[in-house]
C-alpha cells in the first residue's frame, strides 16, 4: 500500500495564531481515518492542508505522492479533482437542481466549456450514472429538484453523491454532522464509512462526535491545540487521554453528546 | 443590539440637518407655497379644465379635422404603447448583452489566485476601466444620449434604442457586477477544492447562483425602460410620449389623459408581473439597487 | 432505469409562470428588432458619416476651432462657468435635494400603514382585541391601498409630469420639483417598506406587548433599527434625482437642461460642454453617494 499523506513536522499559522503545530503522520490509502478534538483543535486546518488549499508554513506534506510545495498551478489543480471534499456547509449551489450540483463534481476533471454545457444539456450516460448515485444516498427521487427545496440530510446527500461522481481516490468531509440530528448523524457517517470500504477510496471524517468516530472508524486521530494527542485503535483510547483531549471528564462527555 | 433599543443618540441629528437641508434649498430656490397657485387668471383655467379632464378621457378625437377612416383614440394609443414597449425591448436587448461584459469585467469573483504580478495589473486595470466606463454611460441620462445620437446620426429606430441602451448597460452592469460578488462564495470555494479553475467557478457556480437576482433586477431595469421610452417621444422618436406631447400643444386635455391613462396602466401591470417574477424566483433584492 | 430517469424528467417541477414570461419576452424582442424597418431611418450611409462627421468637429470648443490651440479653450470653459454654467449647477443639486427630501417626508409618515405587517388588523399575528368591523375593514384594506399609491407614483414618468406641470404653474421651481417627488415617493415607499418588512419582528413584537400603539413601535423600534439601510436608500435615490434634475432642466428651466437644450443646433460644443459638467457632477454624485453607503453598511 502506498500512502495517501505524509506530513513530516508540518506547521501552519494564520497571523500569530498556530494552528497546527508540527504534526508528522502518514494515512496509508484506503484507511478510514476519524480526526476528533474540540472546536479550535486544528480540525478544519487540517483537512484545509489535505485538500491542498492551505499551505504549510514548516514541514513538508505529501499528497498521493505528490510534494505539496513544488506543485505548479495546474498541477495542483489536477492533484485536487483527485481528491474530495465535503466542506462543512456543503458548498451546493442552491438554486440549481440535485443533477446540476452533482455533474459540477468532475468538473475539475473537464474543461469550463465542457462544464457550461454539463449544465445545460447533461450527457445521457451522466444522467444514468447520476441517478444511480442518488440512488445509492437514498434520494433518487429527488434527481431534479432544486437543492434550495431540500431538506438538511438530503442536502447532505447531494453533496455525498456530487463527492462520489468526482470518483476520488481520497474523500475528506469537515464536520459532515455538524447541521443535522443526531440520528440522521449516525446514518450519514454509517453511509459514508460502507461507501469508502464499497468502494475503496480513503476517508478522512473531522467528527466532534466522539461515539459515531468510535463505532465507525478504525483508526482516530486526536487533536488539541494544533498537536496530534492521540493515534491509535478506539479500543486503545483511554478515559484519561479523553480527558486530556477536552479536558472534561468522560461523564460528562457522554451526556454532552 | 444598540441600534434596536429605542435610543435615537445621532440619528436624531442627521435627521434635524435633512430637515434644516430642506428649508436651505426651498430658500435658495425659491420655494415657496404661494409658488404652488397658477399665477394667472389663463393659467387658473387652465389648471381647471386640465385636472377636470383628469375625470373624464377623451373617447374621441378632440381634433375636429381628424379624418373619418381615423381608427379611434384608445387603438392609437395602444398603438402609441406598442411602439413604447417597442423601444423598451430593442433597448434592454441591447443593453443586457453589454451590461453581462462589462459587469464580468467589474466583477472580481473569478480573479484567479494566486496570479503573477502582471496578469494581476491586467486585471486591477480592467476592472477599474470597465467600472469608470459604466459610470460614465450612466451619468448622462438617455434623453441627452438620445440628443447626441440624433443630432450625429438622424433619427431612427435604432439611434432611439440605442440612446436608451447605453445608460442602461452602465447601470445593470455596476449592479451586475455587485450581486455576483454579493454571492456567498461556498460553492465557489468548494469547487475550488474539487479542481475546478477560478473561470471556471464564476460560470458554473457565481453566475447560476446570482442569476435570480440578475432577471428580477433587469425586469425592474425593463420597467424603468418603459417610462424612458415614452419620455423619448420628446425628441421626436415616436412613442406614446409624442402623442401626449402633441395634443398637449393643441390643449386637448382630455386626449392627454387618455394616453396618460394607457401609459400608466400598462407600467403597472409590468410592475405586477415582476412581482410575481420575484415570489417564483424566491428573490428579494430586484430593484433595490442601482 | 432509463424509463425512471425520462418519469422523473416528465414529473419534474415547471413553472409555468417563468416558462410564459421567457416566451413573451422573447417575443417582444424579435418583434421589436424585426418590425423596426428601416432599422437605420431613411438617410443613406454617405450622409450620415458626413453628418457625423460635421457634428464631431463643431464639439470641438470654438476658439480653439479657430486658432488650433487647446490653451485657448482655459477661459472659453471659465466664461461658460460664469455665464450660467454654476448658478445651473447648483440650481440642479437643490432641485434634486428639494424633492428627495420632500418624498421622504411624506412617505415616513405612511410606512406604519403601507407595512405588510402593522397595518393588519392583528398586527404579527398578535391578537389585538374585539374591534368594530369598520375598523377592521379599513385596517384589512389600508395597506393594500397605500402600496397601490405607491405602485401609481412609481409609474409616473416624472418628464412628462414636470411638463404637464410647467403649463399649470407656469415657468418655475415646483413643477420640477414635484414631479420628482412624486415618481421618488413611490419608489421610496417599496424600498422603504421592504426594509421594514424585512426587519428584525421581535421588538416590534415585544413593544406591541408593552402595549405601545402601532405608530409609536415604529418610530421608537423599527424606524432606528433600520436607520441605516433607509439612509442608504435615500442617497441612492438622491443620486438618480440628481441625473433627473439635469435633464428636467431641458423644458426650459434654468438646470443644465436648459443650457444645453439652448444651445442644441447653434452651439454643440457649448452644449457638449454642458453636458460634460453634467455628468462630472453626477459622477462626483455617484462617488459621494457610493462612500457614504459604504460607511453606512
Excluded at chain 1, 29 to 40: K, L
Excluded at chain 2, 107 to 113: G, V
Excluded at chain 2, 247 to 273: G, M, R
Excluded at chain 3, 42 to 55: M, Y
Amino acid at each position: 500500500m502506498s500512502s495517501a499523506f505524509e506530513l513530516n513536522g508540518v506547521t501552519c499559522r494564520f497571523g500569530d495564531l498556530v494552528a497546527i503545530d508540527e504534526v508528522s503522520l502518514s494515512i496509508e490509502e484506503g484507511e478510514q481515518v476519524a480526526f476528533i478534538g474540540p472546536s479550535g483543535s486544528g480540525k478544519t486546518t487540517l483537512i484545509r492542508l489535505l485538500n491542498t488549499t492551505a499551505v504549510p508554513n514548516d514541514g513538508s506534506l505529501s499528497v498521493l505522492g505528490n510534494a505539496i510545495a513544488d506543485q505548479s498551478v495546474e498541477s495542483l489543480r489536477v492533484l485536487r479533482s483527485r481528491v474530495g471534499t465535503m466542506p462543512q456547509h456543503l458548498g451546493l449551489v442552491e438554486n440549481l437542481t440535485a443533477i446540476q450540483n452533482v455533474i459540477l463534481g468532475r468538473g475539475g476533471q473537464r474543461s469550463t466549456l465542457r462544464s457550461i454545457r454539463d449544465l445545460l444539456v447533461p450527457s445521457r450516460g451522466d444522467t444514468e450514472k447520476i441517478h444511480q448515485l442518488l440512488e445509492r444516498v437514498g434520494i433518487e427521487e429527488k434527481l431534479f429538484t432544486t437543492v434550495s427545496k431540500l431538506s438538511g440530510g438530503q442536502k447532505q446527500r447531494v453533496a455525498i453523491a456530487r463527492a462520489l461522481f468526482q470518483e476520488p481516490e481520497i474523500l475528506l468531509a469537515d464536520e459532515p454532522v455538524s447541521a443535522v440530528d443526531p440520528a440522521r448523524a449516525r446514518d450519514t457517517v454509517r453511509l459514508l464509512a460502507e461507501l469508502s470500504r464499497e468502494l475503496g477510496f480513503t476517508l478522512c471524517v473531522s467528527l466532534h462526535h466522539l461515539e459515531l468516530a468510535k463505532e465507525f472508524f478504525p483508526r482516530l486521530i486526536g487533536l488539541r491545540h494544533g498537536r496530534v494527542v492521540f493515534d491509535g485503535a478506539p479500543d486503545l483510547l483511554k478515559d484519561q487521554q479523553l480527558e486530556s483531549l477536552y479536558e472534561l471528564t468522560a461523564d460528562e462527555m457522554m451526556t454532552d453528546a | 443590539m444598540n441600534s434596536t433599543s429605542g435610543k435615537w443618540g445621532r440619528r436624531r441629528w442627521i435627521v434635524l440637518g435633512i430637515v434644516i437641508l430642506f428649508f436651505l434649498c426651498a430658500k435658495s430656490l425659491g420655494l415657496t407655497p404661494a409658488g404652488l397657485i397658477p399665477p394667472d387668471e389663463t393659467r387658473w383655467e387652465r389648471a381647471g379644465a386640465f385636472f377636470k379632464a383628469a375625470l373624464s378621457p377623451a373617447m374621441d378625437y378632440q381634433d375636429e379635422n381628424v379624418p373619418e377612416d381615423a381608427p379611434p383614440i384608445w387603438l392609437k394609443g395602444l398603438y402609441g404603447l406598442l411602439l413604447t414597449l417597442k423601444f423598451a425591448f430593442g433597448g434592454m436587448s441591447l443593453a443586457i448583452p453589454l451590461a453581462l461584459i462589462m459587469g464580468f469585467f467589474g466583477s472580481s469573483s473569478w480573479w484567479p489566485e494566486p496570479r503573477g504580478r502582471i496578469l494581476d495589473l491586467f486585471l486591477r486595470g480592467a476592472f477599474f476601466g470597465f467600472r469608470f466606463l459604466m459610470s460614465l454611460l450612466r451619468s448622462i441620462h438617455e434623453l441627452i444620449w438620445a440628443l447626441l445620437i440624433l443630432s450625429a446620426f438622424g433619427l431612427s429606430p435604432l439611434a432611439g434604442m440605442v440612446a436608451l441602451a447605453l445608460p442602461f448597460s452602465g447601470t445593470l452592469g455596476k449592479v451586475f457586477s455587485e450581486l455576483i460578488d454579493e454571492e456567498s462564495r461556498d460553492a465557489s470555494t468548494a469547487l475550488k477544492a474539487i479542481g475546478h479553475r477560478p473561470l471556471q467557478t464564476f460560470f458554473v457556480a457565481m453566475l447560476p447562483a446570482a442569476l435570480p437576482n440578475l432577471i428580477t433586477y433587469s425586469f425592474y431595469r425593463f420597467e424603468c425602460a418603459l417610462r424612458s421610452s415614452a419620455v423619448l417621444g420628446f425628441v421626436g422618436i415616436e412613442t406614446i410620449g409624442l402623442y401626449i406631447e402633441l395634443s398637449h400643444e393643441e390643449f386637448y386635455y382630455n386626449e392627454v389623459w387618455t394616453y396618460f391613462y394607457l401609459l400608466l396602466a400598462l407600467i403597472v401591470l409590468v410592475d405586477f408581473w415582476g412581482a410575481g417574477l420575484r415570489v417564483r424566483l424566491n428573490s428579494f433584492k430586484g430593484g433595490c439597487e442601482a | 432505469m432509463s424509463e425512471r430517469v425520462d418519469e422523473l424528467r416528465r414529473s419534474r417541477e415547471k413553472n409555468w409562470f417563468l416558462r410564459v414570461s421567457a416566451l413573451l419576452v422573447l417575443l417582444g424582442i424579435l418583434w421589436a428588432w424585426l418590425t423596426s424597418q428601416p432599422l437605420l431611418g431613411r438617410l443613406s450611409a454617405e450622409r450620415r458619416w458626413l453628418n457625423f462627421q460635421n457634428f464631431a468637429g463643431e464639439l470641438i470648443p470654438s476658439p480653439v476651432r479657430k486658432s488650433g490651440q487647446w490653451s485657448e479653450a482655459g477661459p472659453w470653459v471659465g466664461e461658460l462657468l460664469h455665464e450660467g454654467g454654476l448658478a445651473a449647477l447648483w440650481t440642479t443639486l437643490g432641485v434634486a435635494t428639494a424633492a428627495i427630501i420632500l418624498s421622504a417626508v411624506c412617505v415616513i409618515p405612511l410606512l406604519t400603514l403601507a407595512s405588510r405587517e402593522l397595518s393588519r388588523p392583528n398586527p404579527f399575528g398578535l391578537w389585538s382585541g374585539r374591534m368594530k368591523w369598520i375598523e377592521s375593514v379599513f385596517r384589512s384594506g389600508i395597506g393594500a391601498g397605500i402600496r397601490f399609491a405607491f405602485v401609481l407614483a412609481r409609474a409616473v414618468p416624472e418628464y412628462i409630469v414636470a411638463f404637464l406641470l410647467i403649463s399649470l404653474l407656469g415657468l418655475q421651481v415646483w413643477p420640477l420639483v414635484l414631479a420628482l417627488a412624486i415618481h421618488n415617493f413611490g419608489i421610496l415607499g417599496r424600498l422603504w417598506g421592504e426594509v421594514a418588512e424585512n426587519s428584525e419582528t421581535a421588538p416590534p413584537i415585544h413593544g406591541l406587548g408593552c402595549g405601545q400603539s402601532r405608530s409609536v413601535v415604529f418610530i421608537s423600534r423599527l424606524f432606528p433599527a433600520d436607520f441605516n439601510r433607509l439612509l442608504i436608500y435615500f442617497f441612492y435615490r438622491w443620486e438618480t434625482c440628481v441625473k433627473d434634475a439635469t435633464v428636467l432642466g431641458m423644458l426650459g428651466l434654468l438646470t443644465l437642461g436648459k443650457l444645453i437644450a439652448l444651445s442644441k443646433g447653434f452651439f454643440w460644443d457649448k452644449m457638449f460642454f454642458y453636458i460634460l459638467l453634467g455628468s462630472s457632477v453626477i459622477l462626483l454624485g455617484d462617488l459621494f453617494s457610493t462612500f457614504l453607503r459604504r460607511k453606512l453598511r
